[in-house]
């Protein structure tokens, strides 16, 4: 439930440009630990008020995690305060009828590249037990809107929100190592290696399979690719 006060057992706070500290209009998403220590949907697409704050109230009692994403395509989706990754958000924890929770995220900025690479591929989902799903629901085959961000020398460079088919595509890249990431809050995070070379400029068959959920923050295993 929103409204336009904060109020106890609430968040209340805003997205901002890591380096510049200004105001960045976005939504946010919501997420809560579960009993059995998976995290799970709250609440999506959260917007935000005219004078560029969120509020949140009558929150039940829950340790959460915000996930940012901006209106615009300059930035990756981010994880407060400042992380790419749900596995090193800020948890903030509800209390019944407790002080209202203060939240910040640090949007954290893509760097545009030039050149002629490309790297593209597709998502699935292969017996996958989604988030928010009941007990026993599996998603099967092409997973849309899954988060893929694309690192070089650990600096975001792309993102992209798979479509219908699963697919994804970043042009206009110089030559170079990059790291391809499937991130989906509360699951396994994967990634492939790529390096485009004078020889082979384009990766055009990148295949992600969508991890399982995680209760941990253990690390997973890279994957490699060409």
Do not use: C
């Amino acid at each position: 439930v929103l409204f336009n006060e904060p109020e106890p057992s609430s968040l209340y706070g805003v997205l901002v440009d890591i380096v510049t500290g200004d105001l960045v209009a976005g939504t946010i998403d919501i997420f809560v630990f579960a009993d059995d220590g998976s995290l799970v949907p709250y609440l999506e697409d959260v917007s935000m008020s005219d004078l560029g704050f969120f509020f949140v109230n009558d929150i039940p009692e829950g340790d959460y995690i915000i996930l940012g994403t901006s209106e615009s395509d300059e930035y990756v989706p981010t994880y407060s305060l400042s992380s790419t990754a749900w596995e090193e958000a800020v948890i903030y924890n509800i209390e019944e009828s407790g002080p209202l929770a203060l939240f910040q995220v640090s949007m954290i900025p893509i760097t545009g590249l030039d050149g002629n690479g490309t790297i593209e591929g597709t998502v699935t989902a292969d017996g996958l037990k989604a988030n928010g799903i009941e007990a026993g629901s599996r998603q099967q085959g092409p997973l849309d809107e899954a988060n893929i961000m694309l690192m070089h020398s650990n600096i975001p460079v792309g993102q992209f929100f798979t479509d219908e088919e699963g697919y994804f595509k970043f042009d206009n890249l110089p030559l170079g190592t990059y790291e391809v990431i499937l991130e989906i809050p509360g699951h396994q995070r994967k990634v492939v290696t790529v390096t485009l070379t004078e020889e082979n400029p384009n990766a055009t068959d990148i295949d992600l399979e969508a991890g399982n959920i995680s209760t941990s923050t253990e690390d997973v295993s890279n994957l490699s690719a060409l």
